[in-house]
């Protein structure tokens, strides 16, 4: 699932001209402690409740503030484990997304990301997620996919997306339609691939479940 499929298009952003005031009202009413500033279609950065709450003078307009996290932001097609990543560094609950032209085309919520990751655990009865990093020149799906259909196992979809940790690196992200991967597993890191999380009925240990950990110590839920 990528970020621009879990745009909460409830939520608009702010404008540079709207009020503390009317910053805060919409934090209230949306229930979040963030918000998105835009100008002519560009993301200027967060308002945020932290910063607004003390200023005396609420008619103040948004432009005369700092804004926050202006380099805070995922883009359209980045896989949904990045939106996750970028919340849980940035401890914030809303990640503003941005088109290839660098433009504003929404946020996504703390809650949104929940629901996408209850909804992609809902689909490992039907199959399984593996996530691999590597060297960019070492990316070859044909022979990522004959090592796993020698094992018996398809590959129903795939998403590539850069690797934040190491920007000589990229993430794939494989949907297979089998639930135990250990002989795959086995296969990949036989021949180097390294597995960076995975997502399956019968593991004991889960690394993207930790990511899911890591989200309700942040929301302290």
Do not use: C
Not at 94 to 116: C, E, K, R, S
């Amino acid at each position: 699932m990528i970020a621009e499929e879990l745009i909460n298009q409830m939520i608009p952003p702010l404008k540079l001209y709207d009020t503390v005031e009317k910053a805060l009202r919409w934090m209230d009413e949306f229930r979040v402690n963030e918000l998105p500033v835009v100008s002519n279609r560009k993301y200027m950065g967060l308002a945020t409740e932290l910063a607004l709450i003390e200023l005396p003078d609420r008619a103040r307009k948004l432009k005369e503030l700092e804004l926050e996290y202006k380099d805070v932001h995922v883009q359209g097609q980045q896989h949904f484990y990045d939106v996750m990543e970028a919340a849980i560094k940035n401890k914030i609950q809303v990640v503003p997304v941005l088109d290839d032209d660098q433009d504003y085309i929404g946020i996504i919520t703390i809650n949104d990301t929940l629901a996408a990751f209850g909804q992609m655990s809902a689909l490992q009865g039907q199959g399984s997620i593996l996530v691999l990093s590597m060297p960019e020149r070492d990316y070859s799906l044909s022979q990522i996919s004959r090592l796993i259909e020698e094992e018996n196992t398809k590959i129903l979809s795939a998403y590539v997306s850069p690797d934040e940790m190491d920007p000589y690196k990229i993430k794939l992200t494989l949907k297979l339609n089998a639930t135990d991967l250990s002989r795959i597993i086995a296969t990949l890191e036989r021949f180097e691939y390294r597995i960076t999380a995975q997502f399956n009925d019968t593991t004991d240990h889960d690394i993207g479940r930790d990511r899911l950990d890591m989200l309700f110590k942040y929301l302290d839920i």
